[in-house]
């Protein structure tokens, strides 16, 4: 290209980022179609995964647009960008090499509860309590411990409850029957 050409172009260049810097939006978009491709191109050429390169260029174009009214010398804006875009790569490439994926078998399992599954569950809850609350004593004491604290040995469940170890096992049992009758299954309206 002539030298004429080139001063030519880099006062294209200038008009364009003075232009840009007063929300020209032509001018914005004239700047982007010139060197995007620029942009795009270097940091596809650190063999980073596409989505990478797709930030980097971003982060590039999002700095353009902040430093556009303190550019020193506009007309050097390819230059600038490749600098720029150059050690963004180089950036990414080192935060990369630091973070190691997190193992899997680590990671909560997804959350599926939904609003309506947890009212349901609440409710289940609340027919158990009302269902409970209906038993004689000292069923209703048996069946509050086995609910609460699930588990316990015969002699510390016994304790809770307030009876003996063998009134333990038959209050347990009556509990159980009576609970299965009033927790049956619900009629539909």
Same mark, same amino acid.
């Given at each position: 290209m002539p030298l004429g050409g080139q001063t030519r172009k880099a006062? %294209?260049?200038?008009?364009?980022?003075r232009r840009a810097a007063h929300n020209d939006e032509a001018a914005w978009d004239a700047l982007l179609d010139r060197y995007s491709g620029l942009v795009w191109g270097i940091a596809r050429s650190y063999l980073l995964p596409f989505h990478d390169a797709q930030d980097i260029t971003q982060t590039v174009l %999002?700095?353009?647009? $902040?430093h556009l009214?303190?550019?020193?010398?506009?007309?050097?804006?390819?230059?600038?960008?490749a600098t720029v875009t150059h050690n963004? %790569?180089?950036r990414h490439l080192r935060i990369r090499g630091r973070d190691r994926p997190f193992p899997t078998e680590e990671l909560d399992g997804p959350d599926h509860r939904t609003p309506e599954s947890i009212s349901l569950a609440a $409710?289940?809850?609340?027919?158990?309590? @009302?269902?409970?609350?209906?038993?004689?004593s000292p069923e209703r004491e048996v069946?509050?411990?086995?609910?609460?604290?699930?588990?316990?040995?015969?002699?510390e469940a016994a304790r809770l409850?307030?009876? @003996?170890?063998?009134?333990l096992l038959r209050a347990r049992r009556r509990a159980r029957r009576r609970l299965h009758r009033l927790l049956g299954p619900e009629e539909d309206c």
């Open positions: 006062s %294209c260049v200038k008009e364009l980022v %999002c700095n353009l647009a $902040e009214t303190r550019l020193r010398d506009p007309e050097r804006l390819g230059a600038w960008l963004e %790569c180089r $409710e289940d809850v609340d027919r158990v309590r @009302s269902a409970v609350a209906q038993l004689e069946a509050r411990v086995d609910l609460y604290r699930p588990g316990l040995p015969p002699r409850a307030g009876v @003996s170890v063998e009134e």
